[in-house]
């Protein structure tokens, strides 16, 4: 059963946030049964809930993501403990055709609250999809694990623009329309080297990105971004279009912050 939900909660996390949806709205058909095929844009996001009755979260959530985040509407916790244990390792980039991840280097995963995540992959939005004090980055950067009962848990990191990525700049000239996995055996991807140097955060519940937009995904999300240049995000878009969902009302969520 355990392995079960793990499997479950990979396809989860897969398709989490721009990547895959196609194979998951297909996985979906296939073990339903039926043969109609969903299918959602980013041309279209405000529709994502009536497409297909699996995305009806996409609509009637109460708790979706991204959201428009706001420091001092935030309430300082120093509750909430987080501790990143992330690996190195090869690059390996595994398409969809319409979007890339990069697949978490063996053996990382993070503690939060206590609990273990382990890290399954990392994606990336153009522009960036949570927006912060009302201004819209460049782009953001999500981190995605999932625990042993399958819940998620997505780290956030926005990209400003200025200084190339270097930690993302292989990737960046990686990424392509190329379906499938692919290792790039003398490339090591550092995951913490794409952190901000201050790890001040605001943690909240919150839900996929894209359809089905589930909720019950722990979000944390850092304070301070990164940088990105021009020059990488207009190779980005041009391979892949606009990847945001536009921010989603914040509710009566409460929404921590924790001072690095
Ligand atoms: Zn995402």
Redesign the pocket.
Known sequence: MRTTLLLAASAVALA????ATEDRASTADAESGETQQASWTYENPASWGTVHEEYATCATGTVQSPINLVRAEATDSEDVTLEINWESGPMIIDGAGYNSDLVAPEGGYIMLEGTRYDFLQV???VPS?YTIEGEQPAG?I?F?HANADGELA?I?VSMTEGEPNTVLAAAFEAFSNEEGAQTFGGITFDPNALLPETRSFFRFPGS???PPCSEGVNWVFMSEPVTVSADQIAAYTALYGN?ARPVQPTGDREILFVEG
Do not use: K, Q
């Open positions: 989490a946030c721009g990547s994606h990336v939005h999809e953001d999500h995605v997505v956030g996929l990105t894209t990847t």
